[in-house]
């Protein structure tokens, strides 16, 4: 943070950075690959079938899949739901330690080693985008040459969540000013892996990316909308080809 | 201890405090009708500010107009009408020092009949159930809220109706034998219901004091219950308030022992009661009146900061009407008379330990209090469309009119001339609860001083 | 009657003091069991910071569960003390007098209970420290005061340090009772304790004006300490937390298990103690007519919660009502809360013949106590596990047995701290009992003597 060349002040926003998420469901096929992608970026825990049968999962991303309607006629709808980065987070005010708080980039951050593990902002979360270190994650031998040296290593009794990918944010924005970052020019672990480019990330700040003009889509809408909490992700709504 | 250390302590016999309670009773005071006049003039324009205001309809378009009305009746309902719990509740916690000032407490359950009658057209001001929240899960058709409403209050007003009924036998029966032939001797005998003082007799009117006095308890918290969930909660869209009827209940506990104290006063110092009303009633209520206003900022407190902390849209809109814009300075002036008045003054033992320092309180209590019923009601009967599920847009907080303010002050005045009414008619210090008071007590040295010894009778 | 047995002063000495100047052997082996299930739950808490909160039930999305239910049961439970003792001594009830000390040490060793439970169900608990000590510890970040879960160990570390001071302020003309009575090494460390008291007028009135203050200054503690808890929950977003009658609603919650704890604490005491001679029928009699005022109120508060949590017929908020209600096990255990903590016992409480009687009150109590644990499991958890309308999340929570033995270990450790403190300190305070026997005097309505109190 302290070599960062953006200006301090959070009201000049056109020369900051704004991250931004658009997911559109209507590309989406529910291939789980963004679910991979973040796990191996972000050395998200192994998780067996015994975290699935404990409820333990630790996703950053998740799919949710629900069922619509009744047979012949039933549909599968996909929606992958991570942090949604929310401008009015509720999880922020609620932890005793400041281990999460909104930076000037409009992340919602999560420092780990501040983290005492109260677990509060697990429970205001409305998304349920946050996971919690029931146990100490443990990698086999020859998979920890694989983790990421970017990124933490977090340890049992810490909440974790998706930082879209922080450590490549900073890498690529390090002593640059936005506009010298094209748009497009890095993406989240997720956004890179999805195979029909269902996800877009960028900096919403600046009028003419791909992120600020799919985000006044007409399909456009927000989970949860009503609470207030302003999230950084926009979906687009998908669109049956029988008008549904 | 005996109040002035160095001084004997004496009580009257209960003999003495019959005869003079009776004395008072029976002479004719010029001033007293002088009051009832000007009271009478006020209640009649009250009547007047009414009707200027039934000109204007029932409609959608006018339920603005009603919010005063609604606002006076809530605040009739939570002063006058909330004394009896005050009789019921010390009589229940055994306290002493209420004896002299129970009967006022009982005869206020008379106004029931004027804020009953007052309950009518604000019913008819509100909307109907559909498309809009309320506890009667839409059951439509009038009979239910409107029914409903008519039926809880109605129940609240004969119980403490009754409770008078009851509790003044023994009184009436003294003035049936203290003066048989004059006209209110002869409605005495009526009410006095055969009195003579049997045991039995005394079982009954204990046992169902407790009884009424606990249904009244019991029912009260309903009533507030109804009167927020309709009058206010039913009209802010996407409230969602569940301390709401709490807070009307502590509000009102407040606002009875305020008017107590301010009763008190005024017949001391006009009246000539002051060896009824000493400082005894009034510390004794100032300790109660210090608590109920820290619970006056308690309650409002947390509801404050449930819908604050959570930044949601719907509850953001709604604090900014009730609090931090439309009606944020009727709240300023309530928050000021009903806690941090009461707060720095009543801290001090001279201030509570005085004649006038409750008094002074209590009467700002009942200013604030009148305020703060305004900000909620008016701000809920100003709202224009009650079926929304966020407010929008916010309505701007509403002066009184001239009929608004003459409703008010007929409201309060109609309440104060039933309470004088009733007073000629069933002595208002309660003689057998005073004389039982009286003979129970008995001075002793103690210490090397003088004290009183209360027996209990329990 | 409470005013008619008079015991001499000599006698209430040594009834009272029995307790701290022997040791009976039932102490001894009650205090040893006590001692093996403490030690049980403290190898649980070991073995669960060593592994992680994975040994516990604890899963997505019920991130709290047991260990705040307990936390939340302690801080009720310590309610009792305040309302006894400061409550019943400013409204001058007679009656408080062989509870006050009981109910005060319940609370403080229950603040102490309570403060144990967020401590290890933390994710770190070794880093607690810098949860809330005021202090940026060359970070640069002082704890976020706009959590809730900064404001509670506030306020109870509040509540633990001014009932302390309560108790011990009560205790000092005891203390110089077994000081004079004392040999040893005894005798100099009670002596200091007692602070050099001699009972002349001048300490007896400081004592007084002590104990009037504490109690006024108290109050404001007392109703803030739970409040504060309840905005643990009032202040988030989970539905069915998110109720502006939570803090009234935990407070009367609280005192409604506290007394009733108190209650079943002097059946106990007398029974172990022998204390016949200082707790009566009357006693719990008075104590029964409270609750029946107190669980009253509380059902008011329940049913406001419950009308306005359906009164908006948000679809979430139905939902987890509607888990908690009717879908089973969490019906059945619903059921069993209502019925507990209210149906069963307030109504056996309207007759006198329950009230006075040791064994209906004791279970009774005890009564409350369960479904005063079950409400505050069925306010958590079921809301943790409807939260939300992504009903892909939907989960259960079941305790695992290492919550159960920390819990466990909890109760006995409350009870073990209270066997502790009666060796050495007297559990009924021997001044109020004395001081309550000279108030006694009576007055002659026509041909009855009415017994009485001197009136302060």
Same mark, same amino acid.
């Given at each position: 943070?302290?070599?960062?060349?953006?200006?301090?002040?959070?009201?000049?926003?056109?020369?900051?950075?704004?991250?931004?998420?658009?997911?559109?469901?209507?590309?989406?096929?529910?291939?789980?690959?963004?679910?991979?992608?973040?796990?191996?970026?972000?050395?998200?825990?192994?998780?067996?079938?015994?975290?699935?049968?404990?409820?333990?999962?630790?996703?950053?991303?998740? +799919?949710?899949?629900?069922?619509?309607?009744?047979?012949?006629?039933?549909?599968?709808?996909?929606?992958?739901?991570?942090?949604?980065?929310?401008?009015?987070?509720?999880?922020?005010?609620?932890?005793?330690?400041?281990?999460?708080?909104?930076?000037?980039?409009?992340?919602?951050?999560?420092?780990?080693?501040?983290?005492?593990?109260?677990?509060?902002?697990?429970?205001?979360?409305?998304?349920?985008?946050?996971?919690?270190?029931?146990?100490?994650?443990?990698?086999?031998?020859? +998979?920890?040459?694989?983790?990421?040296?970017?990124?933490?290593?977090?340890?049992?009794?810490?909440?974790?969540?998706?930082?879209?990918?922080?450590?490549?944010?900073?890498?690529?924005?390090?002593?640059?000013?936005?506009?010298?970052?094209?748009?497009?020019?890095?993406?989240?672990?997720?956004?890179?892996?999805?195979?029909?480019?269902?996800?877009?990330?960028?900096?919403?700040?600046?009028?003419?990316?791909?992120?600020?003009?799919?985000?006044?889509?007409?399909?456009?809408?927000?989970?949860?909308?009503?609470?207030?909490?302003?999230?950084?992700?926009?979906? +687009?709504?998908?669109?049956?080809?029988?008008?549904? | 201890?005996?109040?002035?250390?160095?001084?004997?302590?004496?009580?009257?016999?209960?003999?003495?405090?019959?005869?003079?309670?009776?004395?008072?009773?029976?002479?004719?005071?010029?001033?007293?009708?002088?009051?009832?006049?000007?009271?009478?003039?006020?209640?009649?324009?009250?009547?007047?500010?009414?009707?200027?205001?039934?000109?204007?309809?029932?409609? /959608?378009?006018?339920?603005?107009?009603?919010?005063?009305?609604?606002?006076?009746?809530?605040?009739? *309902?939570?002063?006058?009408?909330?004394?009896?719990?005050?009789?019921?509740?010390?009589?229940?916690?055994?306290?002493?020092?209420?004896?002299?000032?129970?009967?006022?407490?009982?005869?206020?359950?008379?106004?029931?009949?004027?804020?009953?009658?007052?309950?009518?057209?604000?019913?008819?001001?509100?909307?109907?159930?559909?498309?809009?929240?309320?506890?009667?899960?839409?059951?439509?058709?009038?009979?239910?809220?409107?029914?409903?409403?008519?039926?809880?209050?109605?129940?609240?007003?004969?119980?403490?109706?009754?409770?008078? *009924?009851?509790?003044?036998?023994?009184?009436?029966?003294?003035?049936?034998?203290?003066?048989?032939?004059?006209?209110?001797?002869?409605?005495?005998?009526?009410?006095?219901?055969?009195?003579?003082?049997?045991?039995?007799?005394?079982?009954?009117?204990?046992?169902?004091?407790?009884?009424?006095?606990?249904?009244?308890?019991?029912?009260?918290?309903? %009533?507030?219950?109804?009167?927020?969930?309709?009058?206010?909660?039913?009209?802010?869209?996407?409230?969602?308030?569940?301390?709401?009827?709490?807070?009307?209940?502590?509000?009102?506990?407040?606002?009875?022992?305020?008017?107590?104290?301010?009763?008190?006063?005024?017949?001391?110092?006009?009246?000539?009661?002051?060896?009824?009303?000493?400082?005894?009633?009034?510390?004794?209520?100032?300790?109660?009146?210090?608590?109920?206003?820290?619970?006056?900022?308690?309650?409002?407190?947390?509801?404050?900061?449930?819908?604050?902390?959570?930044?949601?849209?719907?509850?953001? /809109?709604?604090?900014? *009407?009730?609090?931090?814009?439309?009606?944020?300075?009727?709240?300023?002036?309530?928050?000021?008379?009903?806690?941090?008045?009461?707060?720095?003054? *009543?801290?001090?033992?001279?201030?509570?330990?005085?004649?006038?320092?409750?008094?002074?309180?209590?009467?700002?209590?009942?200013?604030?209090?009148?305020?703060?019923?305004?900000?909620?009601?008016?701000?809920?009967?100003?709202?224009?469309?009650?079926?929304?599920?966020?407010?929008?847009?916010?309505?701007?907080?509403?002066?009184?009119?001239?009929?608004?303010?003459?409703?008010?002050?007929?409201?309060?005045?109609?309440?104060?001339?039933?309470?004088?009414?009733?007073?000629?008619?069933?002595?208002?210090?309660?003689?057998?609860?005073?004389?039982?008071?009286?003979?129970? %007590?008995?001075?002793?040295?103690?210490?090397?001083?003088?004290?009183?010894?209360?027996?209990?009778?329990? | 009657?409470?005013?008619?047995?008079?015991?001499?002063?000599?006698?209430?000495?040594?009834?009272?003091?029995?307790?701290?100047?022997?040791?009976?052997?039932?102490?001894?082996? $009650?205090?040893?069991?006590?001692?093996?299930?403490?030690?049980?739950?403290?190898?649980?808490?070991?073995?669960?910071?060593?592994?992680?909160?994975?040994?516990?039930?604890?899963?997505?999305?019920?991130?709290?569960?047991?260990?705040?239910?307990?936390?939340?049961? !302690?801080?009720?439970?310590?309610?009792?003390?305040?309302?006894?003792?400061? $409550?019943?001594?400013?409204?001058?009830?007679?009656?408080?007098?062989?509870?006050?000390?009981?109910?005060?040490?319940?609370?403080?060793?229950?603040?102490?209970?309570?403060?144990?439970?967020?401590?290890?169900?933390?994710?770190?608990?070794?880093?607690?420290?810098?949860?809330?000590?005021?202090?940026?510890?060359?970070?640069?970040?002082?704890?976020?005061?706009?959590?809730?879960?900064?404001?509670?160990?506030?306020?109870?570390?509040?509540?633990?340090?001014?009932?302390?001071?309560?108790?011990?302020?009560?205790?000092?003309? #005891?203390?110089?009772?077994?000081?004079?009575?004392?040999?040893?090494?005894?005798?100099?460390?009670?002596?200091?304790?007692?602070?050099?008291?001699?009972?002349?007028?001048?300490?007896?009135?400081?004592?007084?004006?002590?104990?009037?203050?504490?109690?006024?200054?108290?109050?404001?503690?007392?109703?803030?300490?739970?409040?504060?808890?309840? !905005? #643990?929950?009032?202040?988030?977003? =989970?539905?069915?937390?998110?109720?502006?009658?939570?803090?009234?609603?935990?407070?009367?919650?609280?005192?409604?298990?506290?007394?009733?704890?108190?209650?079943?604490?002097?059946?106990?005491?007398?029974?172990?103690?022998?204390?016949?001679?200082?707790?009566?029928?009357?006693?719990? #009699?008075?104590?029964?007519?409270?609750?029946?005022?107190?669980?009253?109120?509380?059902?008011?508060?329940?049913?406001?919660?419950?009308?306005?949590?359906?009164?908006?017929?948000?679809?979430?908020?139905?939902?987890?009502?509607?888990?908690?209600?009717?879908?089973?096990?969490?019906?059945?255990?619903?059921?069993?809360?209502?019925?507990?903590?209210?149906?069963?016992?307030?109504?056996?409480?309207?007759?006198?013949?329950?009230?006075?009687?040791?064994?209906?009150?004791?279970?009774?109590?005890?009564?409350?106590?369960?479904?005063?644990?079950?409400?505050?499991?069925?306010?958590?958890?079921?809301?943790?596990?409807?939260?939300?309308?992504?009903?892909?999340?939907?989960?259960?929570?079941?305790?695992?047995?290492?919550?159960?033995?920390?819990?466990?270990?909890?109760?006995?450790? =409350?009870?073990?701290?209270?066997?502790?403190?009666?060796?050495?300190?007297?559990?009924?305070?021997?001044?109020?009992?004395?001081?309550?026997?000279?108030?006694? #005097?009576?007055?002659?309505?026509?041909?009855?003597?009415?017994?009485?109190?001197?009136?302060?």
């Amino acid at each position: 943070m302290a070599t960062q060349t953006q200006p301090q002040s959070a009201t000049d926003r056109s020369e900051a950075f704004r991250w931004s998420m658009v997911i559109d469901l209507d590309r989406c096929t529910g291939c789980e690959a963004c679910v991979v992608a973040c796990q191996s970026e972000n050395n998200v825990p192994i998780n067996l079938q015994s975290a699935y049968d404990q409820g333990r999962v630790l996703e950053w991303i998740r +799919l949710e899949r629900y069922w619509e309607g009744d047979f012949p006629n039933i549909k599968a709808r996909f929606i992958p739901v991570l942090c949604q980065h929310c401008d009015n987070a509720p999880c922020e005010p609620v932890c005793p330690v400041y281990a999460t708080y909104h930076n000037n980039e409009g992340l919602n951050v999560q420092v780990y080693n501040r983290c005492v593990g109260t677990r509060y902002c697990g429970n205001n979360c409305p998304y349920h985008a946050r996971s919690f270190n029931y146990w100490e994650p443990v990698w086999p031998e020859e +998979l920890r040459h694989q983790l990421n040296p970017d990124v933490t290593v977090r340890t049992r009794g810490v909440m974790e969540k998706c930082s879209m990918c922080v450590q490549r944010i900073r890498r690529a924005t390090r002593s640059k000013t936005p506009a010298q970052i094209p748009d497009g020019a890095f993406d989240p672990a997720c956004v890179q892996a999805c195979p029909t480019s269902a996800m877009t990330f960028g900096n919403s700040n600046n009028p003419e990316s791909r992120v600020s003009k799919l985000r006044e889509d007409e399909r456009r809408f927000r989970v949860f909308e009503s609470l207030g909490t302003d999230p950084n992700v926009v979906y +687009l709504k998908q669109v049956d080809t029988n008008g549904a | 201890m005996a109040l002035d250390e160095h001084a004997i302590p004496s009580f009257p016999t209960h003999q003495e405090v019959a005869k003079d309670i009776l004395e008072r009773y029976q002479t004719v005071d010029q001033r007293y009708w002088r009051w009832i006049s000007v009271l009478a003039l006020l209640f009649v324009a009250g009547i007047v500010g009414f009707v200027l205001r039934l000109n204007e309809g029932f409609g /959608e378009e006018s339920r603005s107009n009603w919010g005063y009305l609604v606002a006076t009746l809530s605040f009739l *309902l939570s002063t006058f009408l909330a004394m009896p719990i005050l009789s019921a509740g010390l009589r229940l916690a055994k306290a002493n020092w209420r004896r002299p000032f129970t009967r006022i407490n009982e005869n206020m359950a008379i106004t029931g009949l004027l804020v009953y009658l007052m309950l009518i057209p604000a019913l008819l001001a509100l909307p109907a159930t559909e498309g809009r929240l309320s506890v009667w899960f839409d059951f439509p058709h009038w009979m239910a809220f409107k029914g409903g409403n008519l039926m809880v209050w109605g129940t609240l007003v004969l119980i403490g109706l009754s409770l008078l *009924l009851l509790v003044a036998a023994p009184d009436m029966a003294a003035v049936r034998d203290h003066m048989p032939n004059s006209r209110r001797g002869k409605i005495a005998r009526i009410m006095a219901a055969g009195w003579v003082g049997s045991t039995r007799q005394w079982r009954v009117l204990h046992s169902g004091a407790l009884l009424f006095g606990a249904f009244y308890l019991l029912l009260y918290p309903t %009533v507030q219950t109804l009167m927020q969930a309709d009058f206010q909660a039913g009209l802010l869209p996407g409230i969602k308030d569940a301390i709401a009827p709490a807070t009307a209940v502590i509000n009102a506990l407040q606002g009875a022992v305020a008017l107590t104290l301010v009763t008190m006063y005024i017949m001391r110092r006009f009246g000539g009661y002051e060896r009824y009303f000493g400082i005894d009633q009034f510390w004794s209520l100032a300790k109660p009146l210090l608590a109920f206003s820290l619970l006056w900022f308690y309650f409002w407190w947390a509801s404050f900061i449930t819908f604050w902390y959570g930044r949601q849209p719907g509850e953001s /809109e709604l604090l900014k *009407l009730l609090i931090l814009d439309s009606y944020r300075n009727p709240l300023m002036i309530s928050f000021f008379l009903n806690f941090i008045g009461p707060l720095v003054a *009543l801290i001090w033992n001279p201030v509570r330990k005085s004649i006038w320092g409750p008094t002074l309180v209590a009467a700002g209590i009942l200013v604030g209090g009148l305020i703060n019923h305004i900000r909620w009601y008016v701000s809920a009967f100003s709202v224009e469309d009650p079926g929304q599920h966020v407010l929008s847009p916010i309505p701007a907080g509403q002066l009184p009119t001239a009929s608004d303010a003459l409703i008010v002050v007929g409201g309060i005045s109609g309440c104060i001339l039933l309470f004088m009414l009733i007073s000629k008619l069933i002595p208002v210090i309660s003689i057998w609860e005073v004389g039982e008071g009286l003979r129970l %007590v008995k001075v002793r040295k103690f210490l090397g001083r003088y004290a009183i010894v209360i027996a209990k009778s329990h | 009657m409470y005013y008619r047995r008079t015991l001499t002063e000599a006698q209430i000495n040594q009834q009272l003091l029995g307790t701290v100047l022997t040791t009976p052997l039932w102490w001894i082996i $009650i205090l040893s069991g006590l001692g093996i299930i403490v030690a049980g739950a403290v190898s649980a808490v070991g073995f669960m910071v060593n592994q992680g909160l994975g040994v516990t039930g604890l899963r997505q999305p019920v991130f709290w569960g047991f260990f705040i239910t307990n936390f939340i049961f !302690w801080v009720g439970i310590s309610h009792a003390g305040v309302m006894i003792s400061a $409550i019943l001594r400013l409204s001058q009830a007679e009656w408080r007098r062989p509870m006050v000390r009981a109910a005060e040490t319940m609370t403080v060793f229950s603040l102490m209970a309570s403060l144990v439970m967020p401590l290890i169900h933390a994710g770190r608990p070794w880093r607690i420290f810098y949860w809330v000590f005021p202090y940026d510890w060359a970070r640069g970040i002082w704890p976020d005061v706009r959590s809730p879960l900064v404001w509670d160990p506030i306020a109870i570390t509040t509540y633990l340090l001014s009932s302390t001071l309560f108790v011990y302020t009560a205790l000092i003309p #005891d203390l110089a009772i077994i000081r004079d009575r004392s040999t040893g090494w005894r005798k100099p460390v009670y002596g200091a304790l007692a602070l050099g008291w001699h009972g002349n007028p001048r300490q007896w009135k400081l004592q007084g004006l002590a104990g009037i203050l504490l109690s006024a200054l108290i109050l404001p503690v007392f109703v803030s300490v739970h409040s504060i808890v309840s !905005w #643990d929950f009032g202040v988030s977003l =989970v539905p069915s937390w998110h109720v502006t009658v939570f803090a009234p609603y935990f407070v009367i919650g609280a005192v409604h298990s506290g007394v009733s704890a108190v209650v079943t604490l002097m059946i106990i005491m007398r029974k172990l103690y022998k204390l016949e001679n200082f707790i009566w029928e009357e006693h719990i #009699d008075a104590l029964a007519r409270l609750l029946i005022v107190v669980a009253s109120a509380w059902m008011f508060l329940f049913w406001l919660d419950l009308i306005f949590a359906l009164w908006l017929k948000e679809e979430q908020e139905m939902t987890v009502w509607h888990l908690r209600m009717f879908e089973p096990p969490w019906s059945w255990l619903f059921f069993v809360f209502f019925m507990a903590s209210f149906v069963i016992p307030v109504p056996l409480w309207l007759f006198r013949r329950v009230r006075r009687s040791f064994t209906w009150m004791l279970w009774t109590s005890l009564l409350v106590n369960v479904g005063m644990f079950l409400e505050r499991f069925l306010i958590i958890v079921p809301a943790l596990m409807r939260k939300g309308p992504m009903t892909f999340d939907y989960a259960t929570y079941r305790p695992s047995p290492i919550e159960f033995t920390i819990i466990g270990g909890t109760i006995a450790l =409350v009870a073990s701290f209270l066997l502790v403190f009666s060796k050495f300190f007297p559990l009924i305070p021997l001044w109020e009992e004395k001081e309550g026997q000279i108030l006694i #005097d009576s007055v002659r309505v026509g041909n009855v003597d009415v017994p009485g109190l001197v009136k302060e």
